[in-house]
Nanobody
Framework: QMQLVESGGGLVQPGGSLRLSCAASGFTLDYYNIGWFRQAPGKEREGVSCISSSGGSTDYADSVKGRFTISRDNAKDTVYLQMNSLKPEDTAVYYC?????????????????????WGQGTQVTVSS
């Protein structure tokens, strides 16, 4: 079964860290730009970070710049999101999505329906 599987979420205190993983099952991530998105209760889904298929280009939402780092290991078909200095406003369900790099969109700028795969989400809760 071809799918993306997120892991690494949990409950952490403000100022703490978590590392999320997005692993491909049944296919390779080599030809996909991978985006991390999040959705908090009552809010729309927002883009958090994106990494190109080669790993050579990355992008971050202003709200997470300097705190989050995206990376990928194509040999393991896995993308990571290292989240440091977490804040209560980072609380959300985090999703990863795979956008075919061959479509020509800049990083993760393609609309949701252009993504081939989405993960089921992992909950991140930042609270004392």
């Amino acid at each position: 079964q071809m799918q993306l599987v997120e892991s690494g979420g949990g409950l952490v205190q403000p100022g703490g860290s978590l590392r999320l993983s997005c692993a491909a099952s049944g296919f390779t991530l080599d030809y996909y730009n991978i985006g991390w998105f999040r959705q908090a209760p009552g809010k729309e889904r927002e883009g958090v970070s994106c990494i190109s298929s080669s790993g050579g280009s990355t992008d971050y939402a202003d709200s997470v710049k300097g705190r989050f780092t995206i990376s990928r290991d194509n040999a393991k078909d896995t993308v990571y999101l290292q989240m440091n200095s977490l804040k209560p406003e980072d609380t959300a369900v985090y999703y990863c999505g795979a956008l075919p790099a061959g479509l020509g969109y800049a990083l993760c700028s393609g609309p949701p329906h252009e993504y081939d795969y989405w993960g089921q989400g992992t909950q991140v809760t930042v609270s004392s």
